[in-house]
């Protein structure tokens, strides 16, 4: 796209020319949705701009866009944008503050609407911000920096007012960086179902999960001619802190890279701390020390579940693998699993599973202790009063894991180091996992830090998997008091 249009109110024409990048992405027909997940500087704020433009001309009074950014302050830079650029290409376009809306070409909008809004940070400002937004009516839904959030609920949420009259195209457009937050989401929706193209190579594919044709493009900064690409590469390698497989995703916007999100992203590396196991390799009735079993219960959210065993071969004293993984999930539209909600299976049902999970290890619930919240035994109304309770009826005893003895941040000090040290150190304890522990790779690296308090994990966010395992590693490093009377260490 080569447009035309004044700037800033003056006679002076300004040309705006697209980058390749850009125009792949002008050129995708206007009903599919759109995933750029590409490096950083490569045009995607400007690109948002060039789409506003295109599409006011192309629909008219039924284009009503509705553009999302992690905060406010975020949108303030594509505010700037389309104001210089809106204003210019349609006069008499209005800015409204109070609705944080533009209106395209007059007051009446005869080129449509664009509204902003933030996707913001916690929980509950979501479920607010989702609710301010119910009840509008949009043709186009673009929402950048999409890697920001760990889960696609909020988006997922906004699908409800995307609807415009019979004839006007719909679409959805999802800008994001590799390597943050919701990498993983992102990756399983669209990078794997493209499979994994290469820059510059746009896919188009068919997606249960909206029901129509979805593109996927990434990219990096070389193409973006407006900067020194020496001197922004040296940028993006302090950005990285010195991880290989981060850079790579920020500069050249890989989606094939195993990633460590913003908490775990200096020590984490499958490539270190994966060992095959099977059933039948270790012999765990014989096992010393006794393997045991940590889980995080859940209905609505998934229900995790690790065979730890400790000291196992050719690791220091004091190391934990996670042999293998018991994760209760909910799968999408497409058959993919879903890390982010369970499945409200009963009690009964989910004990009937742990059985079976740990016969293919060859011992049953009684021959392992399983470590589990202790929360779980509130009485919470349970056929037998308390979620343990039902567990025990239906033969899976269960063992406090008595967590709040020890802080989450020293629980989550404890597994950093252990991952950091895994196959460098030889004088400390290692923390291991087989390639069974698919949930564990798919929601551990994506991990956010808590905005404030960045010593533990973000409120809202998939974090099963590493609850789970913080409270096995915990409870078994944990020293045993011993007899009556005062406690000595």
């Excluded at 395209?104 to 005869?110: D, E, L, M, V």
């Excluded at 195209?169 to 179902?193: C, E, M, Q, Y």
């Excluded at 000090?413 to 950091?420: L, Q």
Aim: with cysteine.
């Amino acid at each position: 796209m080569t447009g035309t249009v004044a700037a800033g109110g003056s006679t002076e024409r300004q040309i705006l020319q697209t980058n390749p990048f850009q125009q792949i992405l002008l050129d995708v027909p206007l009903n599919d949705v759109i995933c750029a997940g590409t490096a950083k500087a490569t045009g995607k704020s400007f690109w948002i701009v060039l789409r506003v433009i295109r599409d006011a001309q192309i629909v008219g009074k039924d284009f009503h866009a509705l553009i999302t950014r992690s905060s406010f302050q975020a949108l303030q830079e594509v505010q700037t944008l389309l104001y210089r650029y809106l204003t210019a290409a349609y006069p008499g376009t209005t800015w409204n503050s109070a609705e944080n809306m533009f209106r395209i070409g007059g007051r009446s909008a005869p080129r449509g609407t664009v509204e902003l809004a933030y996707t913001a940070s916690s929980p509950l400002e979501q479920i607010r911000a989702a609710q301010r937004l119910q009840g509008r009516s949009k043709s186009l839904l673009i929402h950048d920096e999409a890697g920001t959030q760990p889960s696609p609920d909020f988006y997922d949420q906004l699908q409800g007012v995307l609807r415009a009259p019979q004839g006007v195209p719909t679409s959805v457009v999802f800008l994001a960086n590799p390597g943050g937050p919701g990498h993983v989401w992102l990756k399983n929706r669209f990078a794997i179902p493209a499979g994994l193209p290469d820059p510059m190579r746009p896919v188009r594919f068919w997606s249960e999960e909206y029901g129509k044709h979805c593109v996927f493009l990434t990219a990096n900064a070389s193409i973006n001619k407006h900067i020194d690409w020496e001197a922004y590469k040296r940028q993006v390698e302090l950005m990285a802190g010195g991880d290989p497989a981060m850079e790579a995703a920020l500069l050249e916007g890989r989606w094939d890279q195993d990633l460590g999100g913003a908490f775990f992203a200096s020590c984490w590396s499958p490539g270190r701390c994966r060992r095959v196991v099977r059933p039948g390799d270790i012999n765990l009735r014989e096992h010393n020390p006794r393997p045991f079993v940590c889980l995080d219960w859940g209905v609505a959210n998934p229900m995790v579940a690790y065979l730890c065993i400790p000291n196992p071969p050719d690791a220091p004293k004091g190391s934990i693998l996670l042999a293998d993984e018991f994760y209760v999930s909910e799968t999408d539209r497409s058959g993919r699993r879903s890390f982010l909600k369970g499945v409200y299976m009963s009690n009964a049902e989910q004990a009937e599973g742990l059985r079976e999970w740990l016969w293919r290890w060859g011992v049953t619930p009684t021959d392992i202790r399983i470590v589990a919240d202790d929360a779980i035994w509130n009485a919470t109304g349970g056929h037998k009063g308390s979620v343990a309770g039902d567990f025990r009826s239906a033969g899976v005893p269960m063992t406090r894991a008595e967590k709040m003895l020890d802080r989450e941040a020293s629980g989550l000090s404890v597994m950093r180091n252990m991952m950091a040290a895994t196959d460098k150190d030889p004088s400390r304890p290692w923390l291991l996992w087989s390639p069974a522990c698919e949930g564990w790779e798919a929601t551990i690296p994506s991990l956010p830090r808590h905005p404030r308090d960045p010593e533990v994990i973000a409120d809202g966010v998939p974090n099963h998997s590493c609850d789970a395992a913080r409270m096995g590693i915990m409870w078994y490093q944990r020293k045993w008091p011993v007899g009556k009377g005062p406690r000595f260490w």
